[in-house]
Nanobody, 125 residues
């Protein structure tokens, strides 16, 4: 059974940095991992995705400030968030799927199959 376990998050002043980590287990094939974020009442946003070959995709809204990379531990992925802004405040959720297109668009394959529990990031202005 696939599990995604997040760590990190918390509160930080604007301009600060945070790192989120996601530990994946249970996959039996190659898979993509990524981070989505959501503010209550707003649409969910794709933040960053990393493919098995290491190629990454970063949302325009965070490009130049956020990076996604393989973690130091096996089967982990880190989201490095720098120069944080108040508008980055959201619940950040790790997502994964062996069908990588699901992380890039819900059409036509649907949303990612596996989701972590989410972790809160609060950026105080």
């Amino acid at each position: 059974q696939v599990q995604l376990v997040e760590s990190g998050g918390g509160s930080v002043q604007a301009g600060g940095s945070l790192r989120l980590s996601c530990a994946a287990s249970g996959f039996t094939t190659t898979y993509c991992l990524g981070w989505f974020r959501q503010v209550p009442g707003k649409e969910r946003e794709r933040v960053a995705i990393i493919r098995p070959d290491g190629i990454t995709t970063i949302a325009d809204s965070v490009k130049g400030r956020f990076t996604i990379s393989q973690g130091s531990a096996e089967n982990t992925v880190d989201l490095h968030m720098n120069s944080l802004k108040a508008e980055d405040t959201a619940i950040y959720t790790c997502v994964g799927d062996s069908v990588c297109p699901r992380l890039f668009s819900e059409k036509p394959f649907g949303p990612p199959r596996y989701w972590g529990q989410g972790t809160q990031v609060i950026v105080a202005s």
